[in-house]
């Protein structure tokens, strides 16, 4: 499962895909400060572990240079203790705004042409087919046109999801389920969130580094920006030093703890694990140009062109590393993570004029957005 389900978007009352039709983010109605009756609603919108039910939360906000930081619940049922900034989570697929970003490096480096087909540095990997059709950029905003797996656990069920939590996963046998049917439409031609994208995008930067791409996102991101609690796991199942619990309401009703979990079907897509902290820094760093050039940052704030839409009709929604979602007049740039337990939000108006970060642990396999919504309700009043 890992990173694989995190396909879900900022799921809040308002118009998504904004349209980057130039090089640069559209203009955001301007943040006001934080209030007191703001933090009050804000500690209400992420208190409320019913709706959907979580056994804790925690939100950092910066709404023009004024703070907040409120938690709810505990990080472990069992001894109660309360939720702390530095606890490590399991951050889904917040792991792809990570790889995009040494992706975008190694371009801006001119070790990778984001137009040249993926069978240029991945040879005898995916049928010639695929491997001549799709592009580094394809991969990137999800538009490849990869086939559906076939031959991969069922994950439906949480106690299916128990079941297959110690399976081991080579990436190479991951990408070997997605080659067994044609493309389902033209690369470049329609939108489709898929992990397996970024599983071929670590790839290519493990070819290109003659390294393991966790050790280039360390020597390139982590290490330079000091995020001291962020680390890709690989096949260690376990979270180690102070964390906070996932869990998972079996369909008897009774609760399973699911934090120890191999990750390794998320390789690459949806290992990452984190802080609400180190996310806060990274986020900073990632949008006020200390890790990209600007010809490269560019990229992340640019969508598609308005032909390309998803499968569903609506607008494409996915740049070259992030998504978009505008609500009340503010537009949000950013990325959701999820896996079995554990549930990221990760956004920011272009200026950084108002940012957060939300990360929860609901027990349902799946759930709708109602804290997400609360939340960014109260950010974008």
Not at 278 to 288: E, G, Y
Not at 327 to 335: H, M, P, R, Y
Request: hydrophobic letters at 40%; aromatic letters at 8%.
């Amino acid at each position: 499962m890992g990173g694989c389900a995190a396909g879900a978007l900022l799921a809040v009352a308002g118009t998504t895909g904004v349209r980057a039709a130039a090089r640069t983010a559209a203009p955001t109605r301007a943040a006001a400060s934080t209030t007191a009756s703001d933090e009050a609603a804000l500690q209400a919108a992420i208190s409320d572990l019913s709706h959907p039910p979580a056994t804790s939360a925690q939100l950092r906000v910066n709404r023009r240079g004024d703070r907040w930081y409120g938690t709810a619940g505990a990080a472990d049922i069992r001894s109660g203790r309360a939720v702390r900034p530095d606890d490590r989570f399991r951050a889904g697929s917040v792991t792809k705004a990570f790889v995009a970003t040494v992706v975008l490096q190694l371009w801006a480096e001119r070790r990778v042409e984001l137009d040249a087909p993926i069978g240029r540095y991945l040879p005898d990997l995916l049928p010639s087919a695929f491997a001549r059709r799709i592009t580094v950029a394809h991969l990137l905003h999800h538009t490849s046109g990869l086939p559906d797996h076939r031959g991969i656990p069922d994950d439906s069920t949480p106690e299916s999801v128990l079941e297959h939590r110690w399976d081991r996963w080579t990436p190479r046998e991951w990408v070997e389920t997605v080659t067994h049917d044609p493309l389902k439409f033209a690369p470049g031609t329609a939108q489709e969130y898929r992990g397996i994208n970024y599983v071929l995008l670590a790839l290519i930067i493990e070819k290109l580094t003659a390294h393991p791409y966790g050790q280039e996102i360390q020597a390139r991101v982590l290490r330079p920006m000091g995020l001291t609690r962020t680390l890709l796991p690989g096949q260690d199942p376990r979270l180690h030093g102070p964390h906070i619990h996932g869990y998972l309401r079996m369909t008897d009703g009774s609760l399973r703890d699911v934090t120890v979990y191999n990750q390794s079907s998320a390789w690459g897509e949806g290992e990452l694990v984190s802080t609400v902290d180190d996310l806060f820094r990274f986020q900073h760093a990632l949008f006020s140009g200390a890790l990209l050039p600007p010809h490269a940052l560019d990229k992340l704030f640019t969508l598609p062109p308005d032909s390309v839409r998803t499968l569903d009709g609506s607008p494409a929604r996915y740049t070259l590393g992030l998504q978009t979602a505008t609500v009340n007049g503010v537009t949000f740039w950013g990325k959701t993570g999820e896996t079995a337990g554990y549930r990221t939000r990760m956004f920011a108006t272009r200026d950084l004029s108002l940012r957060f970060v939300l990360s929860y642990t609901p027990t349902p396999l799946t759930t709708q957005e109602e804290m997400t919504n609360r939340v960014v309700a109260v950010l974008t009043a």
